[in-house]
């Protein structure tokens, strides 16, 4: 290259024309990378008084500013013979090909293409700082004219720098082409191993499905063999239930005190290991979905004292107080008998076994909600309440809050877990609040 067309650039100013500070920020952080001097314009017409204040050697402009657009600056450039020989490249989408007529038009130097990369921005300026000096002695002006888009346009432009937007044009489309065939690589070697992944789902879903067959399979196995031994340990259970009861009646004859302490022993042994197979079979039942209802109208009243008198006698041998608050007013509801009375018992139950004094409290209570009445059935204890930490886990099945080998209270942990799946399925709610050191209540609510 001629050493006279060489400049040094520390002597060089570049215009920055842009509406928004952060790309005109950037232009210049950019343009001062190659130590050249910047300024920077917010629109056309305060560009025009830089310009005219201190000639620049190069302008860099966008198209859509306020007050006077990159067209009409380059125009009004041009059109100064005092200023027309500063190139200028004005920054554009390039989505209609009309763009590139307007450019001409104006007496655009260069075009750069939005959104542009940073190295090709930076050349087109050097080539067109290294170009300016050739561009000075060819001046002849030629005029062309033509139709585009049903309108013509009357092209007045120097020959070198009509070459030179054409040139760039090209060198645009070539770049957004070989960006193109980048994507179009990038596409096929994402479908490639959408493919690859979709083979691999499919494999998957094989496998899962498989296993589902053998989870149904073993859950039906499950099932079965929960309820053959259901069976086949009920019935020497109520046998044993049943002798132990002849004898403690002394049916057979008188007992010594001993004797009759071994067999109330052994019965009650034997009613709470029934009471563990009949909540694990419900829990079973539940789980595989067979649980069945028999909706009837149950008074609430009955099942209350009911449920009452049958756990008396444990309350009774703690010396505990156990009370039945149901009010005047007689409540009937439709609903399974049989899941409503395990529910309570089973919450009576354990408010009697968590309580070593004081009382044990079930209630029964109706308010209106929404426009429906809401049946509430609430068991208060004034036992050791439960920790906040622990409360997260009590309707889980199998957890016991205490589960370490010197914990007094027996039981499976099903309890609760089987409370709140029946009250679920009966289509209502257990909650309870409860106070560590003060006690708990269990409320089961209904709505009818």
């Known amino acids: 290259m001629d050493s006279n067309n060489q400049i040094k650039p520390d002597e060089i100013e570049i215009l920055i024309v842009e509406d928004s500070p952060t790309q005109a920020e950037r232009l210049r952080r950019l343009i001062q990378s190659l130590h050249y001097n910047a300024r920077v314009a917010a629109n056309g017409q305060l560009a025009l008084a830089a310009i005219r204040e201190r000639k620049p050697h190069l302008v860099l402009s966008d198209i859509v500013m306020p007050e006077m657009n990159g067209y009409d600056l380059c125009r009004a450039i041009k059109a100064d013979p005092t200023l027309r020989d500063i190139p200028v490249i004005l920054v554009t989408s390039l989505n209609d090909p009309k763009d590139i007529i307007r450019g001409i038009e104006c007496g655009a130097d260069n075009f750069i293409r939005k959104p542009y990369a940073e190295d090709y921005l930076l050349n087109r300026i050097s080539h067109m700082l290294m170009n300016q000096k050739l561009r000075k002695n060819q001046n002849v002006e030629i005029g062309i004219a033509l139709y585009l888009g049903d309108q013509k346009h009357f092209i007045n432009a120097e020959r070198q720098q009509i070459l030179d937007l054409l040139i760039s044009t090209y060198e645009q489309a070539v770049q957004v082409n070989g960006e193109l065939q980048a994507r179009e690589r990038q596409v096929i070697e994402l479908n490639m191993r959408l493919a690859h992944h979709a083979a691999e789902l499919e494999t998957t879903n094989r496998e899962i499905a498989l296993k589902?067959?053998?989870?149904?399979?073993?859950?039906?196995?499950?099932?079965?063999?929960?309820?053959?031994?259901?069976?086949?340990?009920?019935?020497?259970?109520?046998?044993?239930?049943?002798?132990?009861?002849?004898?403690?009646?002394?049916?057979?004859?008188?007992?010594?005190?001993?004797?009759d302490k071994q067999l109330t022993t052994i019965r009650a042994s034997a009613r709470h290991l029934l009471s563990l197979i009949n909540d694990i079979l419900d829990v079973a039942k539940i789980e595989a979905g067979k649980l069945t209802l028999s909706i009837e109208p149950v008074p609430c009243h009955d099942l209350i004292a009911e449920v009452a008198e049958t756990l008396r006698p444990l309350a009774q041998q703690k010396g505990l107080l156990l009370e039945v608050d149901a009010g005047e007013q007689k409540v009937v509801i439709d609903t399974d008998r049989r899941a409503l009375t395990q529910i309570l018992i089973n919450l009576l139950n354990n408010a009697i076994k968590f309580t070593e004094q004081g009382s044990v409290r079930i209630s029964l209570a109706r308010r209106e909600e929404d426009g429906a009445l809401v049946t509430e059935m609430s068991i208060t204890d004034s036992g050791a309440g439960i920790k906040e930490e622990d409360q997260a886990k009590l309707f889980q099945a199998f957890s016991q809050l205490d589960s370490t080998s010197t914990r007094h209270v027996e039981g499976a942990g099903l309890g609760l877990y089987l409370c709140q799946n029946l009250a679920n399925a009966i289509g209502g709610a257990l909650f309870f609040n409860s106070d560590y050191g003060q006690g708990s209540t269990f409320t089961l609510a209904l709505r009818s």
């Open 212 to 259: 589902n067959l053998e989870l149904a399979e073993a859950s039906r196995m499950k099932s079965a063999f929960i309820a053959n031994m259901s069976h086949e340990l009920r019935t020497p259970l109520n046998a044993i239930i049943g002798f132990t009861g002849a004898l403690l009646m002394k049916l057979p004859g008188p007992l010594t005190a001993d004797q």
